[in-house]
Structures are given as structure tokens and as C-alpha cells.
């Protein structure tokens, strides 16, 4: 039995120190990847995932709160990615769905 409370991250380092030694490679693979692909998008903890960049959005409480503009999150399972990113009128992942190969796309 672990004596000492499970502490959660408040930051990107503390998350990325977080993660599991199984996942650490593919997180920060991933980490670096985002960051070199949209550089002006800065990494940020947000809503206990790492955020980059931010949009003003309405949730479902009718608040307008900051979004990641892409985050990525350690699940249980499996590490997700939300895009939330637009071109024109419509989400880049509905856009390309067909290019990527086995993923779940939704609103």
C-alpha cells in the first residue's frame, strides 16, 4: 500500500513527468511532434491533458471558456488527440477522416 497521496499535475512538466514509463516514449514523441508542427501554439495544462494554443468556445453550460486548440490526454487504454482545429467551416478531423486510418471523429 502506497502511504503517500497520489498527487495530481498542475503543469506540462509535472504532467509530462507523470506519465507511465509504458507510454513516456509516445507522449513525448508526441509532445515534440505538435510542437514542431504548430509552433505557435503553445503547450499548456488544460482540463488535466496538455493543451496547445487556445479558442474561445461555448461549453455545455453556456460558459465561454478557453479550449485547447489540440490536446492530448493518457487514457486508461490508450493516449487520445483532439483536434479542434477548422478549416473554413468544418473540423479538420471531418475533413480527413478518410486519410487517417482508424479513428474515432466526432463533435
Known amino acids: 500500500m502506497n502511504m503517500f497521496k497520489k498527487v495530481k499535475p498542475t503543469n506540462v512538466k509535472e504532467y509530462l513527468a507523470s506519465v507511465p514509463a509504458d507510454r513516456k516514449e509516445a507522449i513525448d514523441f508526441l509532445h515534440t511532434f505538435i510542437q514542431k508542427s504548430v509552433p505557435k501554439l503553445k503547450p499548456h495544462f488544460a482540463y488535466n491533458m496538455l493543451g496547445y494554443g487556445s479558442?474561445?468556445?461555448?461549453?455545455?453550460?453556456?460558459e465561454q471558456i478557453l479550449w485547447?486548440?489540440?490536446?492530448?490526454?493518457?487514457?486508461?487504454?490508450?493516449?487520445?488527440?483532439?483536434?479542434?482545429?477548422?478549416?473554413?467551416?468544418?473540423y479538420?478531423?471531418?475533413k480527413f477522416k478518410d486519410d487517417l486510418g482508424k479513428v474515432s471523429v466526432g463533435k
Open 68 to 90: 485547447p486548440t489540440i490536446a492530448m490526454a493518457n487514457q486508461k487504454n490508450y493516449i487520445s488527440i483532439y483536434v479542434c482545429a477548422i478549416d473554413g467551416k468544418e
Open 92 to 94: 479538420f478531423a471531418e
Open 55 to 62: 479558442f474561445p468556445y461555448v461549453n455545455y453550460k453556456k
